[in-house]
């Protein structure tokens, strides 16, 4: 309401005043703004929402002007090289630049704190290799799995069409077709969109089961099955939680609901999409493998896998126990960290709810260790994969294999305006507004897509090769180190405990036995 009258207001000084100096001298001009700024400071005396236009009537109008221009003035001219969130102008720069193909070398050193404690380094061999010609794939697929995958080192992370606009889904398929890697769906549905450049997909589907869902929001598993047979789509994944977010369901407002995402979901088109914070097709851990089950037996014996933010240790156990007792475990497991981006989401969830990815790598690769089940469970790491030296470090941290999401967006045009759930991005990533998202060409991104994942990937392992190694399974955690205070440092061997295979079944430690004894796969125990 404010705006809007403040606007009008504005509009007719600026009419009055054209037309003062089209018929008469200066003065009739100062005259017809100062009159129609007194009526603007009589609008703010008496208006009642805003204290500070009543307090300072149209001057006050200046904060709300640089309140909302805060975020540009912060990120372009007041923030530091190094310091800006939640991606600094740096790695900014250095996604833009390999994105475009140009240099990203910078001069003079590094301008880090590098004695700050928490700073972290890659230790460099005094026997580097050279940099293998190929770069190396994950294989995904257990002994269940039919028809597995080799998953390439970097990926594009779940982003749903409806949360992305068209053209940006199109860019990023396109770019993951013409470079080889995977492009997960989000769990917004999978639209023609996914499918018209024939790019490898990771269907995922999460609270909502948008895409194969029943008209009472249930899992439709005749529709999954014929979607998931799709040439296209070569892993299917559960979302089980979502870093930025976990424990709560994912919104899509109303006015992003169009005909076409409607059709995709599933869903009413015009009203506000709430998935449910919790799952329909199962209650227990048991449940939840038997359901990954289930999607691998209905696609066909493709790869099955899930999404979580981790929480509960306890809890984490207690799925791992339920493989070992149903025989069968999921063919992947993204880890999703607490650092990772959204659309949308509470303040609160965003930055104190949730497992960070170092703590959530970590712990899902030792479980899985421990209980004798790494060998057949490949791991994902998703959130603020960006360079890669990120890259080489979540590998370290214990994942098999990366996805990017901002970075991947950053390449097709994002300007981390941070209007996301406004469906006011200003350069046509995170919208369903046409006008806007025209401005995106696809060709052109499609292109920086591809060239982001080639460089990163070929980033990381020219870091891999100046530590000595050639595959990623050869990295060790004694291979990154921390600054823990201004005088030590620690490396992650001696940082964080790594189990042997196989010892939570035969003698867990100390540390984990509590957990352990109490992990049960019929509940799921905090």
Request: charge should be neutral.
């Amino acid at each position: 309401m404010r705006t809007g009258a403040v606007a009008l207001t504005l509009l007719v000084a600026v009419a009055a005043a054209v037309a003062a100096v089209a018929v008469g001298p200066w003065w009739w001009t100062a005259a017809a703004v100062l009159a129609l700024l007194g009526l603007l400071g009589l609008y703010d005396l008496t208006q009642r929402r805003h204290s500070v236009l009543r307090n300072y009537p149209v001057i006050g109008h200046a904060r709300y002007l640089l309140e909302k221009i805060r975020p540009e003035l912060q990120q372009y001219f007041v923030e530091r090289n190094f310091d800006g969130r939640p991606f600094d102008r740096d790695t900014r720069s250095i996604v833009y630049e390999r994105a475009k193909g140009t240099a990203a070398e910078e001069p003079y050193g590094t301008e880090l704190d590098v004695y700050r404690s928490g700073h972290e380094f890659l230790v460099p061999s005094m026997a580097p290799r050279p940099v293998p010609d190929d770069p190396p794939r994950v294989r995904i697929g257990g002994p269940d799995c039919a028809k597995p995958y080799d998953m390439a080192l970097l990926n594009v992370s779940a982003m749903s069409f409806g949360s992305l606009s068209a053209q940006a889904v199109l860019a990023l398929n396109k770019g993951a077709a013409d470079g080889g890697f995977a492009h997960d769906t989000g769990e917004g549905g999978l639209s023609e969109y996914h499918l018209r450049h024939g790019g490898d997909l990771v269907w995922e589907i999460g609270t909502g089961y948008f895409g194969c869902r029943t008209d009472d929001g249930d899992f439709d598993a005749g529709e999954f099955a014929d979607k998931a047979a799709h040439d296209s789509v070569k892993c299917v994944s559960l979302k089980l939680s979502q870093g930025a977010k976990p424990g709560i369901g994912g919104v899509l407002p109303g006015a992003k609901v169009n005909a076409e995402i409607a059709r995709v979901r599933d869903v009413p088109q015009g009203e506000t999409v709430v998935s449910p914070p919790y799952h329909r097709v199962f209650g227990t851990p048991r449940e939840l493998i038997r359901f990954i089950a289930r999607m691998r037996e209905l696609s066909g014996g493709k790869p099955a896998g899930f999404r979580l933010c981790v929480g509960s240790r306890r809890q984490f156990l207690a799925v791992c126990k339920a493989m070992v007792e149903e025989g069968t475990a999921p063919d992947f497991i993204i880890v999703d960290g607490a650092e990772g981006g959204t659309g949308a989401a509470p303040l609160e969830f965003a930055d104190h709810v949730g497992t960070p990815l170092t703590e959530g790598l970590t712990t899902v690769h030792n479980a899985l260790v421990g209980a004798g089940l790494r060998d057949r469970v490949r791991i994902g790491a998703s959130g603020k994969i960006a360079t890669g030296s990120d890259l080489v470090k979540r590998m370290v941290q214990g994942a098999d294999y990366g996805n990017a999401a901002r970075a991947m967006m950053f390449a097709v045009g994002c300007i981390q305006a941070q209007r996301c759930h406004t469906n006011t991005c200003p350069v046509g990533v995170t919208t369903q507004d046409p006008r806007r998202a025209r401005a995106l060409d696809v060709g052109d991104k499609s292109v920086r897509v591809r060239r982001l994942q080639e460089s990163t990937v070929a980033s990381a392992l020219q870091i891999m090769a100046s530590m000595g190694v050639t595959d990623p399974s050869q990295l060790r955690p004694h291979m990154l180190r921390q600054r823990v205070d201004p005088y030590t440092v620690r490396s992650y061997d001696e940082l964080y405990e790594w189990l042997a295979p196989g010892q939570l079944l035969a003698e867990p430690p100390a540390s984990w036995a509590a957990d352990w004894a109490a992990a049960d796969p019929d509940r799921f125990t905090v």
